[in-house]
């Protein structure tokens, strides 16, 4: 299957500061790519569409503001969580969109943000 | 809010034997796709088996098949011959309208194979 690719697979950080994810597709181009949160022994909840050059759009309650996400190329999307605090630790999957009709979807392997 | 059930936080078969998850969902829909993804302790969602909505017949894969029933707004997920390796979370979704493919997902189902 296709490949995507999450970067970095962990990442701690202190309080206050901003992290960086990245999402590629390695082996094709994605127009669309999507940001889960996934809570302990919970399930995904999607965040945010990404769309390659334009706005993403993101589900009620998710704050622009603190998660911002950019999809500057067909091959890469990257979400930055701002000012990060102790809640906002999580683990934090990237899917990508096969631009095909029936648009299935490929994984990232997730990235585990731990805000001191 | 058009939601993805799960009833079964955790379900355990002897190895392998067969088991059964259970996945119901809600839908204003008629053109749709569901899907179940196993998450193993790598946290990677890898996709099992897919069905779309407007196909009758139920899709297998290998030892993964599925009970689709569309008027009972069922799908449930068939692991024959289970083997260590199926030990896992396994999610149900649905694609969320139509063109937009975003996934609704379950609650999951823990799965534990018995030696």
Redesign the interface.
């Known amino acids: 299957g296709a490949v995507v690719s999450q970067h970095p697979s962990w990442v701690i950080c202190k309080s206050g500061t901003s992290v960086k994810i990245e999402c590629r597709s390695l082996d094709f181009q994605a127009t669309t790519m999507f940001w889960y949160r996934q809570f302990p022994k919970q399930s995904l909840m999607l965040m945010a569409t990404s769309n390659e050059g334009s706005k993403a759009t993101y589900e009620q309650g998710v704050e622009k503001d603190k998660f911002l996400i950019n999809h500057a190329s067909l091959t890469l999307s990257t979400l930055t969580v701002t000012s990060a605090h102790p809640e906002d630790s999580s683990f934090y999957i990237c899917s990508a969109r096969l631009p095909t009709d029936t648009g299935e979807l490929f994984f990232g392997e997730g990235s585990r943000l731990t805000v001191l | 809010a058009q939601t993805v059930t799960q009833s079964q936080p955790e379900m355990s078969v002897q190895e392998a034997e067969t088991v059964t998850l259970s996945c119901t969902y809600d839908t204003s829909e008629s053109d749709y796709?569901l899907f179940w993804?196993k998450q193993p302790p790598?946290?990677?969602?890898?996709?099992v088996i897919?069905q779309?909505a407007y196909k009758q017949q139920n899709a297998t894969e290998n030892r993964f098949s599925v009970n689709f029933q569309k008027a009972a707004k069922s799908f449930s997920l068939k692991i024959s011959d289970s083997q260590l390796g199926d030990a896992a979370m396994y999610?149900c979704a649905r694609?969320y309208g139509a063109g937009?493919?975003?996934?609704?997902?379950?609650?999951?189902t823990k799965l534990s194979v018995i030696p």
């Open positions: 796709y993804y790598s946290r990677q969602m890898i996709l897919r779309e999610f694609m937009s493919y975003q996934l609704t997902f379950g609650k999951g």
